[in-house]
């Protein structure tokens, strides 16, 4: 069975910088599953990895789409395993746990369309609220943000009344390493981080964006918006700034959550830890048989 070594964790954790220095170790490949890097054009909003970071690992799953574009889970699933079968030594780095889950596990992401104009009224939070008031049991077997999914799971509630899940398997040998750090830690990361957004020119990028057609508001990724508002004289940078931070700080809460619940990791507490004590995890894990 193909080997794979998957990085995940949080937002603003540390995962570029580790994972960089073990993909050069072991002389691997990175596939990036963020899913905000996807995108052209969103660079300083998305903490995107640069060109200097990538220079000595080549980096897949970078800048694929444009900034408004559609790219499903399906989509990533099918073109992530790809490149998984062409890369000798894989590593799958991100924080978005529902992609990193559909590329090793065997999710079953259904290809056909359905009529879900009923639910287009509604944001996913709300869906998926509805879903846990029908039935918390099939709610917890999936993401708030697998829209599908929810919906799916909804209209069999309430055709059927219940819905048999069955727990996905592995489809690689996988050893997934998730980085933690201390949560007052991290969240004085992720504010550092967002003041550097700031002061490198977030505001710069969104103007540019506007100047190329990109509507701001429609940007789903955390900070594009929010510049928006501030661009067009509804808050100022302060609020802003505020603003994305706290918004930043609820979702790597929600990530944290979702390792936690989600996935068989290896948790690696980054404000204590050695590097050499990951690349004897990994050396040992390709080594066994």
Known sequence: MKKVIVIAGPTAVGKTEISIKLAEYFEGEIINADASSFKKKLNIGTAKVNSSEMKSVKHHMIDIIDSLDNYSIKDFQVDGRKIIESVEVPFIVGGSG????????????????????????????????????????????????NRRRVIRYLELVLNQGEVVT?????????????????????????NNRVDNMIASGLIDECIKLKNDGVDLSKIKDIGYSEIGLFLDGELSIDQVSDIIKQKTRNLAKRQITWFKNKTNSVFVDLDNYNINDLISKIDLFLKND
């Open 166 to 190: 069955r727990e996905p398997i592995y489809i690689y040998d996988v050893l997934m390493i998730t980085l933690t750090r201390d949560r007052k830690i991290l969240y004085e990361r992720i």
């Open 98 to 145: 529902l992609y990193i889950n559909a590329l090793v596990q065997d999710y079953n992401l259904e290809a056909n369309t359905r009529d879900e104009s009923k639910f287009d009224s509604y944001d996913n939070e709300t869906l998926y609220s509805m879903l846990m008031n029908l039935n918390s049991a099939v709610a917890n077997k999936t993401h708030p943000n």
